[in-house]
């Protein structure tokens, strides 16, 4: 991105600030083309300005979507002037206090019951955004084979024999089956703790939901708590999404009758999406010149390896992965 953009961005704030002195400065990028600057303003105010470039990204969904969910009640920025044309959104401050530096043994408990609170909320909500995309069937499959072309192919350079791809294309069918019979809700899409920050009012911030959803009810729940970031013991994991499952139940949130297939369905959604994440994690270093996610890699396989192994089903993922380099299993990161 130019510094044209930049001075663009920066002069288009002032104006609609009505202040020529206040001062810009970076405060975050995404994975996306999108990248975030604080504005504060002379006499104190604080503002996030994001610069979407509109040949990249489309600024409208965030704009939606946004104003949607504010009106159930979540913690999301505040649309406070827009220029759509050039890629340019002025939006409320969350603050600085990301969950993922905020979470440790004493906070998680607090932190966590927050953001599956606010995660109730915005799927007993879903009917006032009934029309988010649908998470079908394609989707589901596009996102998967990421992880065959960008991990497999580009960054490990492995060329599968016609078994195994068969192999893969049956556990990547009963993955989409499986997301497909859960209850539908609004699906937030990155639900994780490098986009819920800690505040000190109706906790936490919500951030990057532009892509969101209308799809399997365990996705969010997967993202928060199997977190591509940070990992926790699995026993503690099960324990919280049993306490999720009644809570959500109690609020009038589709979870079906069976906690057992509730755990299998939320097992089944973490493995896709942990297929994705992994393709998507090599995709930005080989594509986009972003390799800081490749240490995330680990982890994220690390979850895909402890559940294939426990599911027949997915046995034939497991051998793939052992076969053809034995990643780590995940140790001395889970907390």
């Not at 996030?48 to 009106?71: H, L, Q, T, W």
């Not at 893969?168 to 859960?182: G, K, N, P, T, Y």
């Amino acid at each position: 991105m130019s510094d044209q953009r930049l001075a663009a961005l920066s002069e288009w704030a002032a104006t609609v600030l009505h202040d020529a002195r206040c001062t810009v400065r970076p405060a975050s990028a995404d994975a996306s083309f999108r990248r975030y600057f604080r504005i504060r303003t002379t006499d104190g105010r604080s503002y996030i300005v994001m610069d979407a470039p509109p040949d990249k990204e489309d600024c409208g969904p965030y704009v939606r979507i946004a104003r949607a969910f504010r009106s159930l009640g979540l913690n999301v920025p505040e649309i406070v002037a827009q220029d759509l044309a050039r890629g340019f959104l002025l939006i409320s401050d969350l603050g600085e206090r990301l969950y993922l530096g905020a979470l440790d043994p004493s906070t998680v408990e607090r932190l966590y019951g927050d953001a599956m609170q606010a995660l109730i909320r915005l799927q007993a909500g879903s009917q006032a955004v009934a029309w988010l995309p649908p998470y079908d069937k394609e989707l589901l499959r596009r996102e998967m084979e990421l992880f065959r072309e960008w991990y497999l192919g580009r960054h490990l350079g492995v060329t599968l024999t016609a078994a195994q791809q068969a192999t893969l294309d049956s556990v990547f069918e009963h993955l989409i089956a499986s997301a497909l019979a859960q209850p539908r809700v609004a699906v937030h899409r990155d639900y994780h703790s490098r986009n819920l920050m800690v505040t000190p009012d109706n906790n936490p911030g919500i951030l990057d939901f532009q892509d969101a959803v209308y799809g399997p009810v365990t996705y969010d729940l997967v993202s928060l708590l199997r977190d591509c970031y940070i990992a926790w013991q699995g026993d503690r994991v099960e324990e919280w999404v049993s306490g999720y499952f009644d809570q959500a139940r109690r609020s009038g949130v589709a979870v079906g009758d069976d906690k057992k297939q509730f755990m299998r369905w939320f097992d089944w959604m973490g493995v896709q999406r942990h297929l994705k994440a992994t393709g998507i994690f090599a995709r930005l270093n080989h594509r986009d010149g972003k390799p800081g996610y490749l240490k995330d890699i680990p982890r994220t396989l690390g979850y895909v390896i402890d559940v294939a192994q426990r599911y027949p089903e997915l046995g034939g993922l497991y051998e793939i992965l052992a076969q053809i380099e034995a990643p780590q299993r995940l140790t001395g990161d889970s907390r």
